[in-house]
């Protein structure tokens, strides 16, 4: 069973923008702030001091950001948690999460924070936090999962520490969600929720892998986009609150916390075989996405490859012509696309059955 972190040896790094010079407001994203503040420092769900609860809101640069979250990894001896709340953007080039300041820019992906410097920063060498929970509130934040671009780099594959979670609000080709009229953001407004009221019939205190999957199917329901995440080691036991579901031994019905059942130890066995059986289905999904993206690189580098062989043939026998190859004609039996000269893997046109066509290089 998970141990609840020591609130006097962590510390938690929130940061959020809601007013942006080029992009749209975000006003969930400043209430997000002191709602998650107001839970993580709650007594009866986590206790965080409040002066070890440091709040960035519309942080002038990257440097303030990076900073901040390098001195807090310094100075937590057991948990470390990061969260993001504001503007998910991709670099057009290597496809990157970027997450947004104030002053950001779509076409200026410099003005924004790089999430891999993010990364570095609770990676960094003298980091004393042994467990380190970070939360991204989004769009396209399951690109944090992917790293560099690589699925082996995201941040709990790479972590140093004992444990590291990686919670985002969306999937990487998913923008998260702010409904209008509504206090928090749909990501956030559902984690303040489980945290402050507990998840009933679950066992005390909630960890990483039990606040997910709840938050999974509660978002799920409501038809909003779903969180992903990725652990590493011990990183989905780390528990940051109490199960206010469960007060000694009474859910907030006045029922029994395990639904009647009178050994709880043999319902918290089969949760875990369940939870077990559950997280093995999902790596095994993840995996054959993995498999599926790294197959489709590699058809489309083979396909390159095959059009530059040919217009590197194609152009030296344009320069040296060789006397002995004729022009001939030539039909096909089966629609074909017809590539240009320029590398292109777009096609040009069809050759169709049915049609002959004359070949003179």
């Known amino acids: 069973m998970a141990v609840l972190s020591d609130p006097g040896r962590s510390e938690a790094v929130l940061v959020g923008i809601h007013d942006y010079v080029n ?28 002066e070890a609860c440091t709040v960035l809101s519309q942080p002038g640069s990257a440097g303030q950001v990076l900073d901040t979250v390098r001195d807090r990894a310094r100075k937590a001896q057991d948990t470390l948690v990061i969260y993001y709340a504001g503007h998910g953007l991709t670099d057009p080039h290597t496809d990157e999460l970027f997450l947004a300041l104030p002053d950001s820019d779509r076409e200026r992906e410099y003005t924004s924070l790089r999430y891999e410097y993010l990364r570095r920063a609770v990676l960094d060498p003298q980091a004393s936090a042994q467990r380190t929970v970070v939360i ?72 990483m892998d039990t606040l997910y999957r709840h938050l999974r199917v509660r978002l799920a329901s409501r038809s909003r986009p779903v969180p992903q995440q990725r652990n590493r080691n011990t990183g989905g036991r780390i528990a940051i ?22 050994d709880p130890a043999s319902l918290a066995d089969r949760q875990s075989e369940a939870e077990r059986r559950l997280a093995e289905m999902e790596r095994r999904a993840e995996l054959l996405r993995l498999e599926s993206e790294v197959l489709r690189q590699e058809a489309e580098r083979r396909a390159l490859q095959t059009v530059e062989s040919a217009q590197r043939l194609a152009n030296a026998l344009a320069a040296s012509p060789d006397r002995g190859v004729q022009p001939f004609w030539f039909a096909v039996p089966a629609t074909r696309p017809l590539m240009g000269q320029d590398g292109s893997l777009e096609p040009v046109g069809e050759l169709v059955p049915g049609t002959w066509y004359l070949a003179v290089e």
């Open 241 to 262: 609150a109490r199960n206010r579901a469960v007060s000694e031994g009474v859910g907030s019905d006045g029922a029994a916390p395990y639904g009647g059942v009178s």
């Open 136 to 207: 991204l509130d989004c769009c396209y934040s399951g690109r944090a999962l992917l790293g560099r671009m690589s699925a082996s780099a995201h941040i709990a594959d790479q972590a140093v520490v004992e444990g590291t979670c990686l919670l985002t609000a969306s999937a990487e080709t998913r923008p998260a969600l702010s409904p209008p009229g509504e206090t928090y953001t749909a990501f956030t407004g559902e984690l303040i929720a489980t945290l402050t009221e507990g998840i009933p019939e679950r066992p005390d205190p909630i960890d």
């Open 23 to 50: 992009l749209e407001k975000l006003p969930a994203v400043a209430r997000n702030l002191a709602g998650l503040r107001e839970a993580l420092t709650d007594p009866a769900v986590w206790g965080l001091p409040a």
